[in-house]
């Protein structure tokens, strides 16, 4: 069996609906013979039961193991992937949320400080993914080009949509991308997005794809989670896994990563934050280009900034990040 | 993007847990370009959910369908696994999940002989799978050697068990095989094993792994079901999604399946009965070796028989199936 590398992989909140496929995933794509399953181990999602089911399925090639401890799970980490936040819980209000997530991630920053600084990449997709993979930066010590967060569903469910209206092949739809912060105040770029290659925007206000029915898309887009939630009855779990498990693929050097990621952004004009851009995720980490649309659609990436500063700023005002200012004194990098 | 076949698979049951797991293994193992999702579409269990978490996920090259009328799903298909049984439900007798899931199976089978005569292998997974194969197998018409069932997790549980115990990679645990029936009654053959090439039977009633541990072991072997239930909080549902897809995978073309299926037998030894053999499943279906064990273990195998014989005649006793007799009529070719 030909592993891409040897190189030990970490899946933090293993036992989860998420964390369990990725493992799936990375072992099934061949990622690392070295994974390692951490969890914070509740008897009713634990590692251990994933682990074995994995040994189960006939993975003889990798060494898997399952651990609690995360000085057992960190140290010798080049690559992680971390789903492990807390889901809302009745009674929390969005701050509490928001609030207990960044804590977690705080943590995680901190045990990669601790346990393995020469850790090459680390995905982040525990809600909200912005803030979660900002403060995991913050803390982890970590260079700007190393950790990433999910940010490519809200492409893949436009690049969907657009192939179930023109009745093509998903991979004909080509350059569809969202970009800025993750819900309801993303970004969706039509400019770059050709059907079977011809440009979108010589379809939209055709005919053939009203403007209305464009701005309705783009709606339906943005509530995308909502959407399978009442498909599924449950929220999706194998599209997240899957997207974030190709991503540390690509900085393993396997198949480039096809769609946007977060990353964090401080270039003048857009400063301090974590956002999806234009990016290339590959061996050197992740690299950005600011994406270029129309008038309206940067406008609306300006807007998406601003919106995802405020969330930020509030993470300052609840103490559970410091002003921006002091970021340089735990992070050098930022 | 290199499809195994552009021949249409089914996945019954493709909005459970193992079913939609089978979706995402099948298209991750590029199996093939026309997946089709059949599922009797509970809201909360929806396969269209699952068939958008797919594209969702970036599979943009395959064709990938939802529906839950089975002249949809079964016409023109040349490949199904079937998930698709009900779970045992409160107030249940171990004779009502039996009726039940085996009504199921005659159902299937009718429908696989009206729509998709000319289909090609069948898996079948869902409980008791001994009886519910032999069922489909029966009313769907097709040749003994088209319809298997998922026995390899208890192969793959004795292979995980002694790689653990002598701490080696499981690759280098080989010839673990259980054969006859699923469950309690299977026969645990150890006279093939070997560990690091060296034959188990060597080792075992040495200090190092005396007599009564490998005892112990056959006995957690057949609990293996249990013991994931312990861990997980949930019934396994990644290892037989992941190992019935790779059976379908070796029949397609695909590498070779590693560990023995359920397959129909009638050899004057074991007669009109769906026990795990010594199977090789190629692009010619399935065909099998009985296995030659140590007397003792070849009289465990027969017990294993008597016991699925007992099972197979309460299907007629409970007027499900045809006495055997009458077998031919509605098969041919048993």
């Not at 206000?205 to 943005?222: A, I, L, N, R, S």
């Not at 406008?299 to 970021?327: F, G």
Request: proline share 6%; charged share 20%.
């Amino acid at each position: 069996m030909a592993f891409l590398t040897d190189e030990k992989l970490v899946i933090v909140g293993a036992g989860g609906m998420i964390g369990s496929n990725m493992v799936q995933s990375a072992l099934m794509m061949n990622l690392t013979s070295n994974i390692c399953l951490y969890d914070v181990f509740p008897p009713e999602v634990g590692p251990v039961g994933v682990a074995e089911e994995m040994r189960q399925s006939g993975f003889v090639d990798a060494c898997i193991t399952a651990t609690a401890d995360p000085a057992v799970a960190f140290t010798g980490a080049k690559y992680i992937i971390s789903s492990g936040g807390a889901p809302r819980k009745e009674g929390m209000t969005r701050e509490d949320l928001l609030a207990g997530n960044c804590k977690i991630a705080e943590g995680l920053g901190k045990d990669i400080q601790k346990y393995c600084p020469d850790v090459k990449h680390v995905v982040i997709i525990f809600n909200p993914a912005d803030l979660t993979g900002l403060v995991t930066l913050l803390y982890s010590g970590l260079k700007p080009g190393q950790v990433t967060t999910l940010a490519a569903l809200d492409s893949t469910r436009l690049q969907s949509a657009l192939a179930k209206k023109f009745g093509v092949m998903q991979s004909k739809v080509t350059g569809a991308h969202t970009f800025g912060g993750h819900g309801e105040q993303m970004a969706v770029f039509g400019s770059a997005v050709k059907i079977d290659g011809k440009p979108l925007y010589d379809i939209v206000g055709t005919p053939e794809f009203p403007t209305e029915e464009w701005e309705q898309m783009k709606k339906d887009v943005t509530q995308g989670g909502a959407a399978i939630i009442k498909l599924r009855g449950r929220s999706s779990f194998q599209s997240p896994s899957l997207l974030s498990v190709q991503m540390i693929a690509s900085v393993m050097g396997g198949e480039p990563f096809r769609y946007p990621a977060g990353t964090y952004v401080s270039n003048g004009k857009y400063d301090h934050i974590m956002m999806a851009m234009d990016t290339t995720l590959d061996k050197n980490g992740c690299t950005y280009r600011v994406p270029q649309g129309t008038p309206e659609e940067n406008a609306k990436l300006d807007a998406s900034y601003e919106h995802l500063c405020k969330m930020r700023d509030e993470l300052v005002t609840l103490n559970i990040v410091p002003p921006i200012s002091e970021w340089s004194k735990i992070n050098p990098n930022l």
